[in-house]
Nanobody, 123 residues
Framework: QVQLVESGGGLVQAGGSLRLSCAASGSILSINTMGWYRQAPGKQREQVAEISRDGSTRYVDSMKGRFTISRDNPKKTVYLEMNSLKPEETAVYYC?????????????????WGQGTQVTVSS
């Protein structure tokens, strides 16, 4: 069974920094695009950033220059470095990844999500 587990969330003051991690595990054959999303209370989940297998990145405009997404392919882990955090960025942050894995003797490819990690930015 494939799992994504996030860590690194917590409470930080406005202007502070946090580094989130998301590690994949299971019968994984390959991991394609990995990404981060967030969902604030009462709002829809929104994309933050994504990174391809070869390291190409894409960010939502409001996060460019403050957030950095990276990945370590041998560790099957994606990271999100967040700087100059704002109170309105308080949310549950989720990672996702498009993963090819083996199950029941067959190769399958699906989008998987982590359980989320809470980031709270105090003013």
């Amino acid at each position: 069974q494939v799992q994504l587990v996030e860590s690194g969330g917590g409470l930080v003051q406005a202007g502070g920094s946090l580094r989130l991690s998301c590690a994949a595990s299971g019968s994984i054959l390959s991991i394609n695009t990995m990404g981060w999303y967030r969902q604030a209370p009462g709002k829809q989940r929104e994309q933050v950033a994504e990174i391809s297998r070869d390291g190409s990145t894409r960010y939502v405009d409001s996060m460019k220059g403050r957030f950095t997404i990276s990945r370590d392919n041998p560790k099957k882990t994606v990271y999100l470095e967040m700087n100059s955090l704002k109170p309105e960025e308080t949310a549950v942050y989720y990672c996702n990844a498009f993963i090819s894995y083996s199950r029941d003797g067959r190769v399958r490819s699906d989008l998987h999500w982590g359980q989320g990690t809470q980031v709270t930015v105090s003013s």
